[in-house]
């Protein structure tokens, strides 16, 4: 039986909820009473937000959850995420745990959550990263996924593609659905899925288990924004700039500095000294220092797809 098999039976006999479930990297289920994290010495931290052009100043108490799970020595990981009752779910590689404040919150504005509702919040972040009534947190080693081995212009690989009108199960968007063209890009029957947009957001998901039935919806502002009928909107991204598909990426040539964070959250091995061919769509190629090429991007505009080499 797969771990996942025996979460989910756990999670079913725990209802209502009354703990929350940690799964280890090698795939062991640690429960930790919610009457535990209650009973800890908890500490006041504030985060703050733009409401209407105000700065909003929030109040909670909590337990700072990055230095609790370290001292609960359950094994080296290489990714993180955290899950709430309701399927939304965020994730970080180690390199970007390593660098974060993360506190589970009991308590906001002096009020004490149910104990089936406590927060995972990250304050140096969106709220959209923040889990609300989080029930698991699972530590894997997943494998990395690689550098593709080409990156396709964006303007290019949409350009001929019909957009289609209220694609089910959405109304009233006009949009790509990713079932149309992710064959394309892969032919592995279940594809790994790493979405980037321009405000620096990164998610890794899965086809067809997160993304089937998914759309990247076309604004009026000719922005693109991802919306799939199997995560909460929550987890919907605006402004896609970047996707790939296992070994094949879609970049905007408008966004090539997204490379810089991407290498850095995805681990791959390039630098500024790096070469990137060009492969431009007369079929001409030209060889460049990423460097000297990012510092130019206007050189990827006319570029039908081009490769970085470490």
Known sequence: MSKHIVILLLLCSLSPLMALLIVDAKGEIHEYPYEHFFRLQGEDFETTKEVDKEIVTNTWKGIRFDRWLKEQKLGDFARISFKSGDRYEVNFNRAEWDTLTCYLAYSGEGKIFPKEQLRIIFPHLRSMHWVRDVIQVTLDNAKQIPMPVRFLNWNKFFIDRELVKDPKPF????????????????DAQVKDVVLYSSDGLIQNLSYPSQLGGAVLERDPNGKMNLKSPQIPGG???????????????????????SLIHLAKT???????ESTVRLHYSDGAEEDMILGDALAEPMVFDGTGYFSIQP
């Open 235 to 257: 987890m919907w991204m605006k402004d896609v700039v970047y996707l790939q598909v296992d070994q094949l990426a879609i970049i905007s040539p408008n966004s090539p500095s």
């Open 266 to 272: 995805l681990n791959w091995q390039i630098t500024p």
């Open 171 to 186: 109304k009233k968007i006009e949009g790509y659905p990713l079932d149309d063209f992710v064959g394309e890009l892969s």
